[in-house]
């Protein structure tokens, strides 16, 4: 198969306190957009990239992933994301036709996820052999519990049973079209994109993840996945 990698990079980092977008923060020294547009673009079956960039900074991106797609000699493409992380992610594919490459399978990855390596692009896109969609994650070490607005516990599901959902997810072509054919309402209520193609009855496996991939989400990840990335993880 042969992919794309779609970086969405539309938030604006609030709970980062940045005065960047957070995709443009620097972090072990560079810009977070860099690192992953590295890694994903270093990726075997990636042919190129379309970054879904905060609408407000497009020349700041632009500078960003045309240093990215020299490094790489791949085709970067930037666009406006939306309101919502899944809008970016349907406003990335819709201009996946600037890239002018043929492509049957795409590897979605949040701007925020600087340590994810090619290595992993490359298994969760192996894992499409037998899934319509492939999702980086790690088993869940806290005890979880569900409760109301009131405090109230009212399940503990089974640790041994859930997962915490990374990025990349992947996704063949026709899965992920299908994926985002909802109306607003849905993509915006969605936390990933996976989710989208569960909701489309689509077949969603996991990818066992030991390495490491935070989120950058709040000012302190930027000194722990920053001494990461400085380490060369
Ligand atoms: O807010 P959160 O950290 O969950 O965002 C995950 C990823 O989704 C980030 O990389 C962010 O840039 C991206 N995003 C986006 N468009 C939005 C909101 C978030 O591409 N409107």
């Known amino acids: 198969m042969r992919a794309i990698a779609v970086i969405a990079a539309g938030g604006s980092g609030e709970r ?30 990636v042919a190129g990239a379309v970054v879904a960039a905060h609408a ?19 085709p970067v493409v930037v666009t406006p994301g939306g309101p919502s992380r899944s809008h970016s992610v349907r406003a990335a594919i819709d201009a996946a036709g600037q890239l002018g490459v043929e492509w049957d399978a795409c590897a979605v990855h949040d701007a925020a996820r600087p340590l994810a390596t090619p290595a992993l692009f490359d298994a969760c896109l192996a894992g499409l052999a037998d899934a319509d ?61 996976a989710s989208l193609a569960e909701a489309a009855g689509a077949r969603v496996k996991l990818l066992q993840w030991d390495g490491p991939n935070h989120k950058v989400t709040l000012p302190g990840d930027l000194d722990t996945v920053g001494a990461l990335l400085a380490g060369g993880v």
């Open 56 to 74: 407000g900074a497009l020349p700041a991106f632009e500078l960003v992933a045309g240093e990215a797609a020299g490094r790489a000699g791949k």
């Open 133 to 193: 969609c492939v999702v980086a994650a790690a088993p869940v070490t806290d005890t979880v519990k569900v409760a109301g607005p009131d405090m109230v516990v009212t399940e503990t599901p089974v640790r041994a049973e859930l997962w915490a959902a990374q990025t990349p997810q992947v996704f063949t072509r026709s899965c992920l079209e299908r994926a985002l054919d909802v109306d607003d309402e849905h993509l915006a209520n969605a936390t990933d994109d």
């Open 16 to 45: 980062l306190g940045a005065q960047a977008p957070k995709a443009l923060v620097v972090c072990g020294g560079r810009p977070l957009l860099a690192w992953c547009l590295d890694a994903a673009l270093a990726a075997h079956g």
